[in-house]
């Protein structure tokens, strides 16, 4: 393996861990209204990802800082090509850091209902647009000789790539309740359980339709050699365990199914796209890939030196962080 | 709508305004971890209140900084696409590294400090808040490493229009990172230090807590004349260091249109850009030439005779940074910098002789909790519009590194949204912070308080 496919595995790992582990506080902020009776039980839902979601985000700003040293010319592409979707995700993320950060700053109705909106809309709004940015990313968009994008905003808003956003939405939402399942106090958990039953099968179809749609809009699925190859199969399998494994109260087993879902579909993704970063709609001649789009060799190799040495060192903590915080969040340990 | 220009507008607005939390963040994390370091030795439970009123007014700020901060990761690539292609095989290695360096580490640390009181041994609990702040202190010399290459290109060579890496350790030694990092470091340290100077002021005039903010405002008081001194000593280093490396720089700070020798620092000047000509100037002799070079005699050379110099070099075009605002903002930097000195001598003087708490003097400390923000904008306003028109010094002009796909329309929008948000932000931070800097009425009678608690979960 060269050195430029090492570290778009690299970017992919790191994308790989922001979907994992945003879809679920991403999950969890948009099911706050639907779960949650209450100020106290909206605090025990907040509080479930409280210690996490920060550190949770910094997966994306290190895979937009990865990018941008390792293969400048896509990150300069996709940044400005994508550029009112990726203003929208800023907004909303600031919006829900904020609303996270202050909602429980004043005891005051009102101030608590604008910071819940602000956390449901900034969790919804990225959970969705990141679907559509990852569905336009496979199917390619125009892209002319310079490396420029040639499209605009209506070329991103096509109707499979909305539908790529649908999917994620549903998966990261049910990815959420199987979390809150996991460490809210046991009502809210089994409201959320039940919430994951519910949204299962409106999940289930729309996932289908993207796999069915994937099959005819991209070439994804060709390039894995087998039709349709084995990690979509894998990943439709895990999607499905996860509603049985919930409905059988399995309750941690089903919260891997869903995560696994979202690892393996980022993979075919990535996988799927190698050795292109982002194809031309208007020519292969015209793809960025991992060779045409990444910085000098040596760039590429005093980054990976960093980055073995502070991987291991950042999982470590993050892994003890989790560990920390592996128990439910109960009204009597709130706030303790 | 000149995308370049609305480009530019955003930048600087979405950036000072992000700078507006940084230092307070850098600062105020190191003196909270100091407070708990102070409460684990003596297990006093005052230094434990301490701690934990200031770790509230640092979390509110903290979480500002971080979601700012994003933003300007983001948009390198989505309004400077060109930049971004330029120096992508340089400046992203830092930006990469700060992020898994230093923002996993201030977020999970913080993560497990603010959630983690009851769970974590209190070692580790100590242990989290200095990671926070060694966090920032990392974020902030990486970040330092990324703007000195833009002030001082070094270890690239050029190939086929893009710099490319030729020598990484000259890339993490810069000079330029040398004298910049403990500039603005112990910048962000005397801001600290005034804020927790001023606000506990506010408390000691409405007799508050006295033993809780009379201590806070002499840990204060010693940062800030430390932290204070070294900031000008290590801005004289860069002054001088931008002299050699950047005199146009140099001389747009000094109004300097003529090359002068001995040159003299200007004290006042009605500058005339279009003419090229100041009026009404004050000036103290010999002083510009001891400030650039440590000695009475060398020459500092002039706007003017520059500009020639630069035609000559890169060819025809306009190379001199607009003058007034260069001059006047270092001005601003300058002055405030020494007003803080004098303030920390002051208040050290009065605490010697045992009348830290007079009245005029706790009044005055309350003003200067503003200042040191006006200090840093304006030392950024100086380097940054000081290098025009160049984004990278003499290899990229700030025209060419503008996405090209990118229409005035689309700017116009993302710059007007980020302007009104942070707008609001501003509002509610400001807020917040008066708020919460506002006695709670168990903290009044110095007693346990159970209020405070709260503030650490959502």
């Known amino acids: ?336 | 709508m000149d995308p370049l220009l609305l480009a530019r507008w955003q930048f600087g607005v979405t950036t000072s305004y992000h700078y507006v939390f940084v230092p307070l963040t850098i600062g105020l994390g190191l003196i909270v971890a100091i407070m708990q370091s102070f409460h684990y030795r003596t297990q006093n439970p005052m230094f434990d209140r301490m701690a934990r009123f200031w770790g509230k007014l640092f979390v509110i700020n903290f979480a500002l900084g971080v979601v700012t901060g994003i933003v300007q990761e983001f948009q390198f690539g989505m309004n400077w696409s060109e930049y971004s292609r330029f120096v992508g095989d340089i400046f992203g290695i830092p930006l990469a590294i700060e992020a898994l360096m230093a923002f996993f580490l201030e977020s999970t640390f913080l993560g497990l400090w603010l959630f983690g009181r009851d769970k974590l041994p209190k070692a580790v609990h100590l242990l989290s808040i200095w990671l926070v702040a060694l966090g920032s202190l990392v974020s902030a010399i990486w970040i330092l490493m990324a703007n000195a290459w833009m002030q001082q290109p070094v270890g690239y060579s050029v190939i086929n229009g893009r710099a490319r890496l030729s020598d990484p350790v000259a890339v993490f030694l810069n000079e330029r990172l040398l004298v910049e990092a403990p500039h603005t470091v112990l910048a962000a340290l005397t801001t600290g230090g005034l804020f927790v100077l001023g606000i506990s002021a506010w408390h000691l005039i409405r007799h508050h807590d006295r033993e809780l903010f009379a201590r806070s405002a002499q840990i204060a008081l010693v940062i800030v004349a430390v932290a204070g001194l070294l900031t000008a000593t290590s801005g004289h280093a860069q002054a001088q260091h931008t002299a050699r490396t950047q005199p146009m720089k140099l001389a747009a700070m000094e109004a300097l249109w003529d090359s002068e020798q001995p040159a003299a620092f200007s004290l006042w000047a009605n500058i005339d850009q279009n003419n090229g000509t100041s009026t009404r100037e004050i000036k103290l002799p010999y002083l510009l030439s001891v400030l650039a070079y440590n000695n009475t005699t060398s020459e500092v050379k002039g706007i003017h005779e520059l500009q020639a110099q630069d035609v000559a070099a890169y060819g025809p075009g306009d190379y001199v940074p607009p003058v007034a605002v260069v001059y006047w903002t270092f001005r601003a930097m300058v002055g405030l910098g020494i007003l803080f000195i004098l303030l920390a001598l002051t208040g050290l003087a009065l605490w010697w002789r045992g009348r830290l708490e007079r009245r005029w003097f706790l009044r005055l400390a309350m003003v200067f909790v503003f200042l040191p923000y006006l200090a840093n904008f304006a030392g950024w306003i100086t380097t940054e519009m000081g290098r025009q028109p160049w984004v990278v010094q003499g290899l990229l002009r700030t025209a060419s590194a503008v996405s090209p796909n990118v229409g005035g329309a689309q700017v116009l929008v993302t710059f007007l949204g980020f302007t009104l948000l942070y707008g609001v932000l501003a509002f509610l931070d400001f807020f917040l912070l008066y708020r919460f800097a506002r006695p709670v009425s168990d903290v009044r009678h110095g007693e346990q308080d159970t209020g405070l608690g709260d503030v650490f979960a959502y």
């Open chain 1, 1 to 336: 393996m060269d050195i430029n496919t090492i570290w778009y595995a690299l970017i992919a790992v790191l994308f790989i861990g922001y979907f994992f582990l945003e879809g679920f506080d991403f999950g969890v902020g948009m099911l706050l209204p639907f779960v949650a009776r209450g100020d106290t039980e909206r605090r025990i839902v907040i509080n479930t990802v409280g210690p996490f979601w920060d550190a949770n985000e910094v997966w994306l700003i290190t895979a937009g800082g990865a990018m941008f040293a390792a293969f400048p010319d896509w990150y300069a592409t996709l940044f400005s090509g994508f550029y009112l979707p990726l203003f929208l995700i800023l907004v909303a993320l600031i919006l829900r850091a904020v609303g996270f950060e202050f909602r429980g700053k004043l005891d005051n109705a009102t101030w608590r209902r604008v910071a819940d909106v602000a956390i449901v809309v900034g969790s919804t709004l990225p959970a969705f647009l990141w679907g559509v940015a990852l569905t336009n990313l496979v199917r390619g968009v125009p892209i002319g000789a310079d490396m420029q994008f040639q499209g605009g905003l209506l070329t991103l808003l096509s109707p499979f790539a909305l539908l790529g956003g649908m999917v994620s939405i549903s998966v990261f939402a049910l990815h959420g309740a199987l979390f809150l399942n996991l460490r809210a106090d046991e009502q809210v958990a089994e409201r959320a359980r039940a919430f994951a039953l519910r949204l299962w099968w409106p999940a289930a179809a729309v996932l289908l339709g993207f796999f069915v749609a994937t099959y005819s809009q991209t070439d994804l699925f060709d390039r894995s050699g087998l039709v349709p190859g084995t990690m979509p199969v894998l990943a439709m399998i895990m999607f499905g365990a996860s509603g049985v494994l919930a409905r059988l109260r399995f309750g941690g087993w089903a919260f891997a199914t869903t995560g696994l879902t979202i690892v393996l579909a980022t993979v075919v993704a990535f996988e799927g796209l190698y050795p292109r970063v982002m194809p031309s709609s208007l020519g292969a001649g015209y793809d960025l890939t991992v060779y045409n789009a990444s910085s000098s060799p040596m760039t590429l190799h005093v980054m990976l030196v960093v980055a073995i040495v502070f991987v291991p060192i950042v999982l470590a903590y993050q892994a003890y962080s989790y560990w920390v915080f592996r128990r439910r969040v109960t009204r009597r340990t709130l706030g303790g």
